[in-house]
């Protein structure tokens, strides 16, 4: 039995249908809206109640958990706490002043102190995680390749920040770089300057990122937001990566003469 720790976005969505047609499961809903609340396996939890999710876990026998989807940083003022909560929380939030992945971090401590193993979502989808190698008809020119080198080094710099894992170069300078408000946000600070695409999007894993959760995630909607942003492609790490709906992503960059580069 795999207990599926799921927050927001798409990607918990993708990894339940994989999961559901080989594996015995339970889904622990940490999302705002109950979006799997119609699974008959699922439990709508808050994040303060970690006496009820470690109660799910063990009275269902998981000794092993997944954590798929963004989990951010709790709202003291609405959160319903239990008493492992009241125990745990001190420490949550002191990790959530780094940033939504420290959270995470923080969680898989507690788990593993209630000898709860964390596994990694690439053990399941293996497919989705992309290796090196340039995947579309367009290719990095020399401007494109000093915005990547830009960038790079921007990621580099930023290292001791958390909830840096993106950054937008252009003309080799840093126009955006990741926030706590995540990759969606940052892209929508770029203007769009000429009708030509010009600036390149880089998301790499943060350097002491815990390689379980929380990789860098991007998809047609990413691909989307950076032709309306101006952007002409998009660079990620080799195998650190989730990459989603990856055949319209690359029919899309093709059509609009984008690249996507894994290095």
């Known amino acids: ?31 705002k809206k109950k979006i799997f609340k119609k699974d008959k396996n699922s439990y709508s939890v808050s994040i303060g109640q970690f006496g009820k999710i470690l109660s799910i876990l063990k009275s269902n026998r998981c000794k092993k958990v997944l954590f798929a989807g963004k989990v951010s940083k709790p709202n003291l003022k609405s959160i319903k ?5 009241i125990f745990y929380m001190p420490k949550i939030l002191k990790s959530s002043k780094l940033g939504d992945a420290a959270i995470l971090k923080q969680i898989i401590k507690i788990f593993k102190t209630e000898k709860i193993q964390t596994l990694s979502s690439n053990k399941f989808t293996p497919e989705i995680s992309l290796s090196k190698g340039n995947y579309t008809i367009s290719k990095p020119n020399i401007s494109d390749k000093k915005d990547i080198y830009c960038g790079e080094k921007a990621l580099k710099k930023s290292g001791n920040y958390n909830y840096t894992q993106g950054v937008v170069c252009r003309n080799n300078k840093v126009v955006s770089l990741e926030g706590r408000g995540g990759t969606k946000k940052m892209i929508k600070k770029v203007k769009k300057i000429n009708k030509s695409l010009n600036g390149v999007l880089i998301k790499f ?24 942003a101006g952007l002409k492609g998009i660079v990620l790490k080799h195998r650190l990566n989730i990459f989603l709906d990856k055949r319209q992503s690359i029919q899309f960059a093709n059509k609009n003469k984008m690249f996507i580069l894994i290095k």
Do not use: A, H, N, W
């Not at 706490?81 to 909560?85: A, N, R, S």
């Open 205 to 228: 894993p943060k350097k002491k990122q815990d390689l379980r959760v929380d990789l860098p995630t991007v998809g047609l909607q990413t691909l989307k937001q950076c032709k309306s």
């Open 1 to 31: 039995m795999i207990g599926l720790i799921f927050g927001e976005t798409e990607f918990p969505k993708y990894i339940l249908k994989k999961i559901k047609k080989k594996y015995k499961y339970i889904i622990i809903d940490l999302t």
């Open 81 to 85: 706490l239990d008493l492992k909560g």
